[in-house]
């Protein structure tokens, strides 16, 4: 047996013939504007892109250090000989 309703979301509410379309837009906009007022997608973001800065100076600074150690220990090496 087919649905009454054209739209299966809209069951067991009463609409103005021709108005589910607007009624589900309308819904869309709010869930839409709260979205965009949440504010903790923003915030994990922004803790992920510090985390990111954090870990690319670490990075920078470590293959710096092992490049002068990996220099240091080859002259010392070289002098023992």
């Known amino acids: ?13 009463d609409f103005t013939p ?19 007022k949440d504010e903790n997608a923003a915030t994990a973001i922004e803790y992920g892109l510090i985390a990111a800065g954090i870990s690319i100076a ?12 990996n220099t240091t220990f080859s002259s010392i090496s070289s002098q023992l000989k």
Do not use: C
Not at 18 to 30: D, Q, T
Not at 60 to 69: A, D, E
């Open 18 to 36: 021709g108005l589910e379309p607007m009624a589900y837009k309308l819904g869309m906009v709010r869930k839409l504007k709260a979205f965009l």
């Open 58 to 69: 670490i990075i920078s600074v470590v293959k710096g250090l092992g490049t002068k150690l």
């Open 1 to 13: 047996m087919a649905s009454r309703h054209r739209y299966p979301n809209f069951r067991g509410m």
